[in-house]
């Protein structure tokens, strides 16, 4: 490189020579310049920040040829390992052992020099910039060194080598941090913990906060920030805090990050010692970081860009394979095809220790596989639950999996105690069996009782449409032949297929502040998922994919879901479509609108599918009896206050309903319509005299067949109606209001009914249940001399014909009017006699009863 130098040039003496053995002989470190104002040093991989010492005047010469044995990577999902679009991906040890190594390569892009490097040019090349932060008597020992070589050697410093190269202030940088974790920090609470979370401070303004890990001293953020900064003299203040309910959260330290010591594209491990600048020598722990700064300014750009070229050149054949690997693995973490299905039966607990007062446990169970998750109903208050439960789970290793089972007592109001928890491992169970499993507890906490069977599956997949499944005639028919009737009794969870192609979607929604979006689809049926591959920068993408599902409930939905992807956070939503299968036509291409995630209103974009159902009608019919699959991921429910009204708009609905039905037939009781009043009591006649028990469904068959034709004729609409209209705030206000003390009144007035029977038969009012003794004997007595059916026409005769005998009638409930004479909970409270306490004195009870 140039590293040589040409001797004949300058023709050093024997005292020259030396200087330059001496130089060369100094330790070639490959961390990074000082830090600041504090020296740095490296312990088991970190750089830990300290005081400089007064006597102290150690320097650290970095070298611009690093050591191949002793680069580290970066740890996988780091964002220095991640590829820009359109770059070669190289891993972060890689990277920094190029880009390290080129360094001489990169200063030479930004200024004409000479073909051969001067000695002041190796000097800064073997130097790294100086610091402003550092101290004045480092300075000065560095450039008097510079100096003295450059004279020995009769070369100017000023003239061919300038000053020392150093980061530019004031230009634009991107400085991404990764918060790891904190070691013994200080105790701040009375428990001896701290609940503490960090905050970090840039001229004076807070521009991250952490989240709160409580009861812990060396807790594990590994939160990720990325912050533009535009000068790096002013440094990074961390502050770490223990938190405090409703009060002033603690002081717990605070260290400084100087950013002008850090290098360009180099991910740094860094260990910041926590200080109190009112207590310097207290010992209050350290934080853990990884650092890395960007260039963010057009001509630090065009540098790297010209520094990527070279490295493209100088590692074109590792990358080559880097590359193939990684384009192997991202395909299939994308596909996410599953290789088979983990179906799990929990049967029951055996001895599980008490987590409750009483002796006994209130226990459930989680189950996760991967990101698969489930929680199994809850038993109350037994030690040998009885669960019987059945779920299913993929397998997206061939070779298995580890199955974490962990079991949990419920406890209301508080955090559930967690009782114990065992692993099953896949890969040691034979496929196409069902093994009963007993699987012990760790620490002797008890034991669970499992039926696990692991069967294969190659009725999902991904393709593009020129390999498509049903378009082959062959295949079809095989399909349609799998499905038919004569098999309707082999394999009874195999319901059917469904196949979905994915082709476009046109006039998305701008996610991206260039105004397009980085559209991909996610096709979910149940817990089946298969995602397509993202279309970068448009508004108009094409995907061409199909999706093959195995159909195991012909109820199910299909979910079709645009998402923009983002590097650096999680995904935006773009639309939603959500497709049930028996309303899906075979084979018709069809443009679906984009609705948001609530499905209730339309969104910006429209979707083109086309989707093919082979089902089995007797296989499909079997599984409508048997409990659904429940979905294992799903978002947690949040408190709504407009989910609350329309949900309670729901049920007025259907009360209203039922209210209006019985309107109408106690106005037929009331012969409002002397016609209408007529029929209702000929049927009434008819029916109650002639009635057999195959009657009832019959009757349903008939309100069922007069529906269809209702609907046939286009006089009654199938479509459910949710209430979309927008509301002011003091309409919403009231409108919640009245939701809230209508569930009060009727909550209320249901308790009331439950307390009166239940007082009723508990003797609370002795004459009112020797009263309802006496009715039970005369129904009793008449029940069994008199058929029930005379009894009921009797009862229609007299309600029909009250008002005709007595128009002025009042009407009335017998047995609502009965039960309204027996005094609830509440009200046995209110009239139940106080005893006087006898102790009190005359004065005490005037102060206690002042009227």
Sequence with gaps: MEGKLDMDEVSPSHHQRGLWKSFHGRPKLT?????????????????????????GLDRAVSSSQPNLHSAEAAPDGGESGRTRRGLPELSVGTAAVAAASLGAEIQMLKKPVSSKPTLS?????????????????????????????????????????????????????????V??????????????????????????????????????LNPVWDERVCLIVDNLQEPLYIKVFDYDFGLQDDFMGSAYLYLDSLELQRPLDVRLDLQDPHCPDQDLGSLELAVTLFPRSTEDRETLRQATMLLRRSWKRC????????????????????????????????NLIPMDQNGLSDPYVKFKLGPQKYKSKTIPKTLNPQWREQFDLHLYDEEGGILEISVWDKDIGRRDDFIGQCQLDLSKLSREKTHKLEIELEEDKGSLVLLVTLTATVAVSISDLSVNLLDDPHERQQIIKRYSPLRSFFNLKDVGVVQVKILRAEGLMAADVTGKSDPFCIAELCNDRLQTHTVYKTLNPEWNKVFTFNVKDIHSVLEITVYDEDRDRSADFLGKVAIPLLNIRNSEQKAYVLKNKELTGPTKGVIFLEADVIFNA?????????????????????????MLQQ???????????????????????????????????????????????????????????????????GKESREGSVDSEKKGFLDKFYAVQDVIITVQSALDEVACFGERVKNTFNWSVPFLSCLAVTVLCAGATLIYYIPLRYIVLVWGI??????????????????????????????????????????????????????
């Design 31 to 55: 961390g990074s310049p000082k830090l600041g104002k504090k020296d740095r040093k490296q312990e088991s991989g970190f750089w830990i920040f300290k005081k400089k010492r007064p006597n």
């Design 618 to 642: 007797v296989k499909a019919s079997l599984r409508t009896f048997v409990p659904p699959e429940q979905k294992y991921i799903e978002e947690e429910a949040k408190v709504s206050k407009q």
């Design 798 to 851: 007299n309600k029909f014909t009250k008002k005709l005998r007595d128009p002025y009638i009042i009407e009335n409930n017998e047995l609502l009017d009965f039960l309204s004479r027996v005094p609830s909970d509440v009200q046995l409270v209110q009239y139940k006699d106080l005893k006087p306490e006898t102790s009190q004195s005359p004065s005490k009870k005037r102060r206690n009863n002042p009227g």
């Design 179 to 216: 918060l790891k974790k904190g070691n013994n920090l200080a105790i701040r609470d009375r428990g001896g913990t701290s609940d503490p979370y960090v905050k970090f401070k840039i001229a004076g303004k807070e521009v991250f906060r952490s989240k709160i890990i409580h009861k812990n």
């Design 647 to 713: 949900n309670f708009n729901r049920v007025k609905r259907c009360v209203l309903f039922l209210i209006n039905v019985g309107s109408y037939i106690n106005s037929c009781f009331q012969w409002e319509s002397p016609r209408r009043s007529l029929c209702a009591f000929l049927i009434f006649v008819v029916v109650v005299w002639n009635f057999e028990i195959h009657m009832v469904p019959l009757s349903l068959l008939l309100l069922l067949t007069w529906n269809y034709f209702l609907l046939a004729s």
């Design 319 to 350: 990358s080559k394979q880097q590359q193939q690997n990684l384009r192997l693995s991202d395909l299939h973490r994308k596909s996410q095809l599953w290789r088979g299905i983990v179906s799990v039966r929990l049967i029951e607990g055996r």
């Design 121 to 177: 040019q190796l000097v800064q090349s073997q130097h790294k910039p100086a610091l402003q932060g550092s101290t004045c008597t480092d300075d000065a020992v560095m450039n008097g060194e510079a100096e003295e070589i450059n004279k020995s050697v009769g070369i100017n410093a000023a003239g061919n080598g300038g000053t020392q190269p150093s980061l530019p202030t004031s230009a634009m940088y991107q400085l991404d941090i």
